[in-house]
């Protein structure tokens, strides 16, 4: 059955967006836009690594994107100025990245596919890698939900509730870095942010409390990941990018909505 | 019982001694107020007390496993995240709806559930909150300037809360507050803070006292004056009294103003 690529592909882009749903509705709540960037440019860091120690891109993905993120949410929590520290790590991530990719002989034409994903190629291993990275993703942050919530609220109300706000940091920390690990392959470095932000944002204003945001947001990115799929095979446009334009315009078509309902 | 207490307590923020030497108890039912001008510390204090900064000395006893409800002087919610009321109350801990309902008619907010929290007014706002604190059942509740935003019926009626709230449960109120006049019929104790502790006991020992009066700027008499002469009457109906005076109140406020 999963013999059709066009299956693969599709369920792909669904196990992607349960995740990027969840962590996504996070990355708004915490105002973490330019910390996804950050950690999934960096990715194109771990590509380089991995193909010049000869290891599974998804290895070397996984250990520089983990890396960026501690980095960025220790300097955070110290206090650091995050705008221009973020804005500078997400940029000179991805430059470095490409630098040291252009070392690799080979790789060259294939640049395009890390930075903008190829999802119609996705093959059963990488299936099971995606929904195996999504289930654990969803499965930390359901664990952690309430925590979560509380810590992203207010920290010295987790505090007083016993909580503790660098353990919940760092299950945001380690969802995050697998998340862009998944996505790679399918949205590419440049896009992984997107999804992470454009569904959550969509939902925002359709939702009166975060679970319901955080499951619209799932939905808007699974519906996205099929539209664009079909626009993709319809117009013989790129994935990802596709996908990205339907998250796009389904935000559109509900902040539109909204204003006229507001009225 | 002594629920929680702290020894030689000293915090720096940014190079700065913002606390030094503190000595605290709080036991079981006792109304224990913190006074002091606006930068005294005393939101550090509470914030130090719960282990929300750390200590460069000193250190804070907690009975084991206490229970406490914390409402903080600021809290800056974002519109990004929406969050209705009910929601706002199962935060961390799960709470049934009826409790909800209690807590709510408890501090005045029934039937705001479904409000959004974004949509509240400071003064509602600042009710929710004491609620969310009501239901981990607490046995202590810490308090920061609680009463910012409560129009005068508002205040008053929460300080009666307050005070049924210790009656029914048992639970120790730590509290910041700025209204003068009134900390002085409702606290059992009160602990004047300037960086260190300047002056503390009951509201009497604490009104008569030279450091409490240069504190606040008052002259021989200002708050003392105002104080027993609140004591002479019924301290137990202290909204109607607050009606019955409110010239004194205005008094009372120019002066905490002047101040902070
Ligand atoms: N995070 C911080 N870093 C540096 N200084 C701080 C910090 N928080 C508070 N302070 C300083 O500590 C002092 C006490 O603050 P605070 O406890 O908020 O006073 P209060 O609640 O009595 O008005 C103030 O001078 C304030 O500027
Ligand atoms: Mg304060």
Redesign the pocket.
Known sequence: MLDSFLLRAALAGIGLALATGLLGSFVIWRRMAYFGDATSHAAILGVALALSLDLPTEIGTLIVALAMAATVSTLASKGWAMDTTLGVLAHSALAFGLVAISFVPGVRTDLSSYLFGDILAVTKVDLAFIWGGAAVVMALLIWRWQALLTTTLNEDLAHASGLNPDRERLVLTLSLALVVAVALKLVGALLIAAMLIIPAAAARGLARNPESMAALACGIGAISSLAGLQLSLWQDTPAGPSIVTAAAVIFALVAVFGRLRAR | MMLLSARNLSVR??G?D?LQDIDIAIQANEIVTIL?P????????LRALLGIIPLSSGRVTRAPNVRIGYVP?RLAMDRSMPMTVRRFLSLPKRVSDADAAKALEKVGMSGSAQQQMTDLSGGQFQRVLLARALLCNPQILMLDEPTQGLDQPGEAAFYRLIDEVRLDSGAAVLM?SHDLHVVMAASDRVICLNRHICCEGTPRVVSNAPEYRALFGLGTQGALALYQHMHDHNHDHHHDHAHDHSDKHDHASKETHHAG
């Not at chain 2, 606006?38 to 204090?45: E, I, Q, R, V």
């Open positions: 923020l940014g700065v913002v002091g606006n930068g005294s510390g005393k939101s550090t204090l002087q910041v």
